[in-house]
């Protein structure tokens, strides 16, 4: 039986469970005639659309009722009759925190959850500065898979944990994951948005006794206190789970999400009723701006955007990022293309931006707020990217950094010229012109990488071993030219962000379906040993992430590319901090053969140790590596702008790091 006890304008969205008991209930269809709550409370079955379940409304187009028998884990959904015209039937709560599986998706019910219950650990953790980021992106279904054909979860992501501190990256960027309309799934087809992946959640309560011994293990090493298996049993603690374990270990998450579009409203091929696709069930007259949520603006894949000149609907929208800061402690957002997102909504789109960047750095202020935005996309309307990352109160949308894919089409394309030979022109000017984002204020303001899921997923472009070397991708020329590419990638500016799989020499596009086996990561061949060349490339990845922590200059904005020779393939840039100099010196060939006697100018005189050097890593450790004996001294006059010059060996294919003795 529904009353308004408990009820008041300040009742959250969706299911809330009360402290005295029993559960709010509120969901918004304004123009509904009428929303009725069924479910199975307490065991006891409440089913119909009767006045004993009627929701009331307010003036806004709210519904709200309590439930005083409510509790933890029962099922409900809402039944909504429309206006006159309209049609009436079962909604999902578009705000509901788990999905059941009591009837196939998308037809299920919702599950009532706690929004507190989880014992976190991670009162210690502090988000890394944006300065001291590497951003490694994963796909949850296909990263950590131990069941063949099946999906990978939240906890078997737990597992690799140790993993992600050994390769030395310290923040994770999972591809969406919220409940999608299809399975297997990339993720950019969301259709509840607060709610976890079903095929992410393990539900196997033999499965759990074992993952539970996983987490206590990782809980134990840093003296923390244990979990019951009580505490991971719902798709929402195993989220938590796993975001708590990475701060434990120092490693921040931030969740990729999508608000420029939902998903197409179809389950294999059928509409989705059920969804939040015309929630008040007006009529469908085929115009799309009748429905509740969005507008007749198609991104182009199958998925409408978001309505966000209405007010409620950019609530709706805010509320979800609120939720995963609130309840999942998530350090950052990927957001995805929030060029589409402005396009299709223009002003309304980006007062959105302004609105949501504001609200969630009050909520917390050092979250990372990471826009993908492409100038080409946003049609007349006069935003440049550099506008995207300015504050709101200069004009800007207030991100703080934005994908940018200078550099890595810049040494994707080096890399690719490089396997047509010796004698093929390979554009160094270009790599060089990359190493810092123009435009930007700090080189931090941009994300780079070589490799993300957008372009070496099936069907797209290639992994860098194969760009290096498609006829053999485990050959010296694919091996070394792979080390070239992440060596720029790692010593350049910026936020660096990994691929998953890009770090142990992976060559096979990826998938997001855990039953294309060819295609997903060959963690067998690096785990097992059969790959030595995987595990000579992780080494390699380990190490010179290393670098980058043990060198701050490495990790700042100033870069000083004074070395660029097309014909020799050969670059070599400065990297410094202001006031403190602590230089580093990078030179890096794209040579066949290696270069000995080569002069560079460096930034002062004296001499320099040589602390990196990507030949070590071929055939680990690499009885013939072409290097310079440990370091050189600079007694050259000056060079390339510079103070001092050396002569110095640059190993094929390869690169070689110096900073001051």
């Known amino acids: 039986m529904i009353s308004q006890t408990n009820i008041s304008t300040a009742t959250p969205m969706g299911a809330t469970l009360v402290a005295g008991g029993g559960s709010t209930f509120r969901t918004w269809a304004p123009r509904a ?13 409440q089913v119909g659309q009767i006045d004993a379940l009627l929701m ?15 509790q933890e884990g029962d099922l409900y959904h809402f039944f909504v009759t429309g206006p006159a015209g309209g049609t009436s039937g079962f909604k999902r709560d578009p705000y509901a925190r788990q999905l059941a599986t009591d009837a196939p998706f998308p037809t299920g019910s919702c599950i009532i959850r706690s929004g507190a219950a989880y014992p976190w650990h991670d009162a210690a953790f502090v988000t890394p500065d944006f300065t001291n980021m590497i951003i490694y992106q994963l796909h949850i279904g296909t990263y950590a898979i131990t069941k063949a054909n099946t999906a990978s979860t939240y906890l078997d992501i737990i597992g ?7 390769l030395g990256i310290n923040v994770i960027q999972p591809l969406p994951v919220d409940e999608t309309e299809t399975d297997p799934s990339m993720g950019y087809n969301g259709a509840d948005l607060f709610s976890p992946d079903f095929p992410y959640v393990v539900s196997d309560p033999g499965a759990l006794g074992q993952y539970l011994t996983t987490i206590n293990g990782l809980l134990a090493a840093k003296s923390l206190s244990p979990l019951a298996l009580n505490d991971i049993v ?26 420029n579009h939902a998903g197409g409203f179809s389950v294999n091929n059928q509409f989705d009723d059920q969804c939040i696709y015309y929630f008040d069930r007006v009529p469908d007259v085929g115009n799309n701006n009748d429905s509740l949520y969005f507008t007749d603006q ?48 223009c002003d309304s789109g980006w007062s959105f931006c302004c609105d949501l960047t504001g609200t969630l750095r009050f909520v917390k202020p050092r979250l990372l707020q990471n826009a993908e935005f492409w100038p080409g996309e946003v049609g007349n309307y006069p935003k440049s990217t550099q506008s995207i990352v300015t504050s709101v109160a200069n004009g800007g949308a207030g991100f703080d950094v934005v994908q940018h894919d200078g550099l890595r089409s810049a040494v994707r394309g080096a890399v690719l010229s490089s396997s047509f030979g010796q004698q093929a022109a390979i554009d160094f000017d270009s790599i060089a012109g990359a190493l810092y984002p123009n435009g930007f204020a700090h080189a931090w303001q ?31 020329y694919a091996r070394s030219r792979s080390r070239f590419a992440t060596g720029i990638l790692l010593t350049a500016p910026g936020i660096p962000q990994i691929f998953m799989g890009q770090e142990f020499l992976e060559d096979q596009q990826w998938t997001w379906d855990p039953t294309m086996a060819s295609n997903l990561l060959d963690w067998a061949g690096l785990n097992n040993g059969t790959d030595i060349a995987m595990v000579n490339h992780l080494r390699f990845t380990q190490d010179l992430i290393r670098l980058r922590w043990n060198y701050p200059a490495l990790r700042g904005d100033n870069v000083n590319p004074f070395h660029v020779q097309n014909q020799n393939r050969v670059i070599a840039f400065q990297r410094w901090l202001d006031g403190a100099g602590q230089d580093i010196v990078v030179v890096a060939t794209l040579s066949d053969t290696t270069w000995y006697n080569y002069s560079v100018g460096f930034p002062g005189p004296g001499a320099w140790a040589e602390v990196f050097n990507s030949d070590v890593y071929d055939n680990f450790v690499n009885p013939v590596v072409a290097g310079n004996g440990g370091g050189i001294t600079a007694s050259g006059p000056p060079m390339h702008g510079l103070a001092a010059s050396a002569s110095i060996v640059i190993p094929a294919n390869g690169f070689v790091v110096f900073a001051r003795s």
């Open 33 to 45: 005639s009428a929303v009725y709550l069924n479910g199975t409370f307490g065991g006891a079955q």
């Open 234 to 259: 719902s798709g929402p603690a195993q989220l938590k789970a796993m975001v708590d374990l990475c701060h434990v270990y120092g490693i921040a998450v931030a969740f990729d999400v999508v608000y």
């Open 160 to 166: 690799k944990i140790p993993y992600f501190a050994a």
């Open 446 to 476: 941009t994300v780079p990488c070589v490799e993300n899921h957008d372009i070496v997923k099936v069907g797209t472009d290639q992994r860098i071993p194969f760009l290096a070397d498609s006829a053999d991708r485990r050959s010296w």
């Open 56 to 70: 009331a409304k307010d003036a806004n187009g709210y519904w709200t009722g309590f439930v005083a028998e409510a």
């Open 298 to 345: 198609d991104r182009g894949t199958g998925g409408l955007s978001f309505a966000l000149w209405n007010n409620d609907v950019r609530q709706f929208v805010i509320n979800n990022a609120l939720y995963y800061i609130g309840e999942f402690h998530v350090d950052g957002f990927r957001y995805d293309e929030i060029s589409d997102l402005i396009s299709m909504n």
